[in-house]
């Protein structure tokens, strides 16, 4: 027998947990027909009995670890299914272009070949999708508007073969002129991307080519600028940074019985894949059934669709399940994109070290499809200030449809663009003033109950002042420290010289010689959750129950695990609120309500809080349960202070009362429900003003760098970081994330940039020329992890996962300043910009 | 690739679009097995040896798909997903937390048991020089770090490995 012919054979673990089938699990109402045959490799349910409690504040070990170490878990392309075909997205060569006319009867004659889409073959009246503005054609229709966009899918037996039938496709585009920048996308007479825009942004922009513009008004600049001292602007600029997740975009659909189609994909939010893809296939949300299958990453690039639709519409058309999977070059036309950014910021202070005023106009670039765009916006010009207190504020924050690749989501959405040059306009003043740099900051910092120019009060602990301090008292790398590494020959310590330790590396191009080292910090600030007014909502459900005498909690909700360690964390809840040790998560699915998005910091805050919360009413109903059993046995049943613990009803002094498994006995407590954070809401459209935000997060960075002033290269010696976390659930989880987040923000400091020609092309779509920091790149990175609840969030934890990529990358440009005396307005650097010898084409 | 033999590795990387890859091994027996008939294939086997054929081939087809299916298809021998022992290493990178989304660690561990095989005492520098051709995207590489410090703490002590070396 081979593997492929009885797959599920070789994975007993899959098959006995496989959630469907599970006896555990009653089916929830009417059960969906299944599809002809279950797939193999679908989401593993993950279970996890525990010695210890294992509860929150423990760092508990993944559930899905052995099957990561071990290679068994299923990844979304590691799908297969019997009578699978593949399928293959052609893509435009042009930024923009007209298509006059689309052939595709050769690649319809080539064998294996099953079907060839386009535009025209499109089932339903809905032809566009988008995670704020359904602006987004499924494949294109009269026009393409960025290099890369779909416009014609191919299902063949194989994937090679439904690739070289695709260059069979003969397209016909007249190719028009691209506007690329904010001149020639806001000129008189530039080509509109999307003609006669009806959405909700459509009326107050001042140009059909602007997506959404956020101003913020609050104070009086002008008396601003009488009181300072020193006014210091700059121009700064960010490049277009790529999630870069390692697992491409991937999923399996599977046509059913019922003519819907069951979907297994990695993405970051099922249940707002459903609500884009089930109008395009003209299917009711209810015949289309969705599974989170392996993440190999995510950070932001999986919230927009990529090949969700498609294989549904192959599948749909073919009656074969048909699995699509990206390859690099292909993921990085099949996601959206960090916002490159011009930023131009004045800020005042008066001698003394305190801030006037500031005013900024922040321009993103968009791309040729909304996205998320809106919200990156709000999120740019509500956070444009820092973590400062300025009276008197004027910013501008907008962007732009351009045929540059769309943008998004992207760890730190908005905040790190800013973050960048508002953390170097405060190097700039403190050099200006003569005062630290740090101290400087320090004397401006916001605190609990500091108003933001919003004119939202920060009512939870604000220790910007406190990371600052910690950050700057961690100690310091040792000086020449490629001398005190070890060696590697022969020689005595002290005096022989690694290379590896050096810029350049074992390219071997210096020894010390015109080596400088240079220390900066940064401090930002972040918002955590969705935003104005968007109802943030999670759901979740949770099962008690005794199996073979021990109680059993299952939790199941719709949060994707990209990574991050949520599953670990709903299980430390469950076990920290029922007291018991053995719970088990069950995959994620469209079965139970949303859980909203894995980003934004959010998933431990809000699933993690819907979690929670469910468990206090499974609880409730334990202890009900309890009365009427045993109530007349112990007065204390009648106490209002019960607990579980250690799989018994306890009172608050520690008497246990009776067993779960004697309460509960055959009985199966079942409960979803949903819950909100503390409503937002949307900013003023004109003064910006509003209740925007739910929570805000704030890390610090002190990064020490060298950098080999002759051939411009640079070495990150030590990135440091201290954040407040509010309550650590999973002190080495968070530890992980401040490690992974900083590093991006490394990234974006000294190498990751998708560069796009002035034509709006792609120049360098794969790992051999867009860079993500190696081993070799990435420093030791001592994190200091403070914990000030916020008494408004579940257990007073703070959403972790994006305020460390904030304020590393301007940590590291301070720090390569500071070596230089360079000025450095725009990220990421490169060689030139350290040697003086850019030629200067897109760089200031 | 334009009239060249290439290796593989530069159509997993992206190194080949627009460019014409002429031969695919692998492909021309998937073509036969289709000309044979669809009848078989449609039994479920015969696809699965058609794949295998295929993907043995590790060649230009090369969309690091074949590769993906593999994994798949056989689990490592002698690993039980359920309570079986895991190498030091592999044990080692679930307890330092190595481990996020996940999906660099395969590779990671091969560097890492090579690594410590070849130097079972590294030092951190060894370490990033030995792991510097695996790309992280999720960890900043710090915990692995920490994996494999601990991963050759465990293998030198004696209790864990019957065998002193100094």
Redesign the interface.
């Known amino acids: 027998m081979t593997p492929h012919a009885e797959p599920r054979g070789a994975e007993p673990r899959t098959t006995e947990n496989r959630a469907p089938e599970g006896a555990a699990r009653p089916a929830p109402a009417g059960t969906p027909p299944r599809a002809q045959t279950a797939p193999s490799r679908v989401p593993t349910s993950l279970e996890q009995g525990s010695a210890t409690r294992g509860g929150i504040g423990e760092s508990t070990l993944r559930p899905d670890g052995t099957l990561k170490v071990t290679g068994e878990f299923a990844y979304a392309s590691d799908m297969w299914h019997e009578d699978m075909i593949w399928g293959y997205t052609l893509r435009s060569p042009h930024a923009h272009a007209e298509i006059v006319s689309i052939d595709v009867s050769e690649a319809l004659r080539q064998a294996g070949v099953h079907t060839v889409l386009t535009h025209a073959d499109l089932p339903s009246d809905t032809t566009h999708y988008g995670l704020e503005m359904q602006d987004t054609p499924v494949l294109a229709n009269d026009r393409v508007r960025h290099h890369g966009e779909p416009v014609a899918l191919v299902a063949a037996d194989h994937p090679e073969t439904a690739r070289r039938a695709a260059a069979k496709i003969r397209v016909e585009y007249a190719v028009l002129p691209v506007v690329h920048d904010e001149e020639s996308a806001t000129a008189q007479d530039a080509p509109l991307l999307h003609p006669g825009r009806a959405d909700h942004h459509a009326e107050h922009v001042p140009h059909p080519n602007i997506v959404h513009r956020q101003p913020i008004v609050r104070g009086d600049v002008a008396a601003g600028r009488d009181r300072a001292d020193v006014i210091v602007s700059g121009d700064y600029e960010v490049g277009m940074q790529d999630q870069a997740f390692l697992g491409p975009e991937s999923g399996l659909a599977v046509p059913s019985e019922d003519g819907g189609v069951d979907l297994y994909v990695a993405t970051q939010w099922l249940h707002a894949d459903l609500r884009q893809i089930a109008p395009v296939l003209g299917l009711p949300e209810d015949r289309v059934r969705m599974t989170l299958s392996g993440v190999g990453g995510a950070f932001g690039g999986r919230e927009d669709l990529s090949m969700q639709i498609h294989a549904c519409l192959l599948a749909l058309r073919t009656g074969r399940p048909v699995k699509i999977v990206y390859n690099r070059f292909e993921s990085f036309f099949g996601h959206v994109h960090r916002h490159p950014a011009r930023l131009h910021y004045e800020h005042g202070a008066t001698r003394d070290g305190r801030l006037t005023h500031m005013t900024c106009r922040i321009v993103l670039d968009g791309g040729a499809y909304a996205s998320s765009s809106p919200a990156v916006v709000g999120n740019a010009a509500s956070l444009a200030a820092g973590p400062y207190v300025i009276d008197d504020v004027r910013v501008e924050a907008l962007a732009l449809y351009t045929n540059n690749p769309p943008c998004g989501a992207m760890r730190g959405f908005g905040a790190v663009q800013a973050c960048f040059a508002y953390e170097a306009q405060m190097d700039k003043l403190a050099a200006e003033l003569g005062l630290d740099p740090v101290e400087f900051r320090q004397r401006n910092a916001m605190s609990q109950g500091s108003v933001l120019p919003t004119g939202q009060r920060v009512d939870a602990p604000a220790p910007v002042a406190e990371i600052l301090r910690r950050v700057r008292a961690m100690p310091m790398p040792p000086e020449r420290q490629w001398e005190s590494a070890e060696p590697t020959g022969g020689a005595s310590p002290g005096t022989a010289v690694d290379v590896r330790a050096l810029p350049g590396g074992l390219s071997n191009t210096t020894h010390g010689e015109d080596v400088v080292r240079g220390v900066g910090y940064a401090v930002g600030i972040k918002n955590v959750g969705f935003s104005e007014g968007f109802d943030d909502y999670s759901t979740a459900r949770v099962q008690l129950q005794v199996i073979g005498g021990e109680p059993v909690a299952l939790v199941h909700t719709a949060m994707a695990e990209v990574g991050q360690g949520g599953v670990t964390v709903q299980a430390q809840i469950a076990r920290t609120e029922l007291g018991v040790t053995r719970v088990s998560i069950q995959p994620a699915d469209t079965q139970v309500g949303s859980a909203g998005s894995t980003s934004a910091s959010r998933q431990t805050y809000v699933t993690g809080g819907a979690v929670k919360h469910v468990c206090e009413l499974v609880r409730e109903r334990v202890l009900e349960l309890g009365r009427a059993r045993f109530g007349t046995y112990h007065p204390a049943w009648a106490q209002a202070e019960l607990l579980l613990e250690g799989g018994k009803v306890v009172t608050d002094g520690g008497e246990a009362l009776a067993s779960l498994a004697d309460v509960l006995e055959d009985e199966t407590i079942d409960l979803e429900s949903e819950w909100r954070h503390r409503p937002t809401e949307a900013f003023d459209l004109v003064t910006g003003q509003g209740q925007g935000h739910v929570q805000y997060s704030f890390a610090a960075h002190r990064a020490v760098v060298e950098v080999d002033t002759a051939l411009g290269l640079v070495k990150v010696v030590e990135l440091a970081c201290a954040q407040d976390v509010g309550k650590a659930i999973n002190p080495d989880a968070v530890i992980g994330q401040i490690q992974g987040g900083s590093t991006q923000g490394l990234g974006l400091a000294v190498m990751e940039e998708i560069v796009v020609d002035p034509d709006s092309k792609v120049r360098n779509p794969s790992f051999t020329d867009y860079l993500i920091p190696t081993i070799l790149d990435t420093p030791t990175i001592p994190v200091d992890v403070l914990e000030l609840a916020d008494e408004h969030a579940p257990y007073g934890l703070r959403g972790a996962g994006e305020a460390p990529t904030l304020s590393s990358t301007p940590a590291v440009l301070a720090a390569i300043r500071q070596a230089t005396g360079l000025d450095l307005p725009r990220v990421p650097v490169r060689p030139e910009h350290l040697t003086g010898t850019d030629s200067g084409t897109d760089a200031g | 690739m334009d009239g060249e033999p290439v290796c593989a590795c530069l159509?997993?990387?992206?190194?080949v679009?627009g460019r014409e890859v002429v031969t695919?091994e692998g492909?021309a027996d998937?073509?036969n097995q289709?000309a044979a008939g669809t009848a078989a294939a449609?039994r479920?086997?015969a696809?699965?040896?058609a794949?295998?054929s295929?993907s043995a081939e590790a060649g230009p087809?090369g969309?690091?798909?074949d590769a993906?299916?593999r994994?798949?298809?056989?689990?490592?021998p002698g690993?039980q997903?359920?309570g079986a022992e895991?190498a030091p290493v592999?044990?080692a990178?679930?307890?330092a937390?190595a481990?996020?989304?996940?999906?660099?660690?395969?590779g990671l561990?091969v560097a890492a048991d090579e690594l410590i095989e070849r130097t079972p005492q590294p030092?951190d520098?060894d370490?990033?020089?030995a792991?510097?051709?695996?790309?992280?995207?999720?960890?900043?590489?710090?915990?692995?770090?920490d994996a494999v410090r601990l991963a050759a703490a465990r293998s030198e002590d004696p209790s864990a490995t019957g065998e002193v070396r100094k």
């Open positions: 159509v997993a990387a992206g190194q679009e695919v492909l998937y073509a289709r449609d479920g086997a696809p699965g040896a794949w295998e295929a087809a969309t690091s798909l993906a299916r994994w798949q298809a056989r689990p490592a690993e997903p359920d895991l592999q044990q990178f679930i307890d937390g481990v996020q989304c996940g999906f660099c660690t395969p561990l030092s520098a370490i990033r020089e792991l510097s051709g695996n790309l992280c995207r999720c960890t900043g590489y710090e915990k692995i770090l």
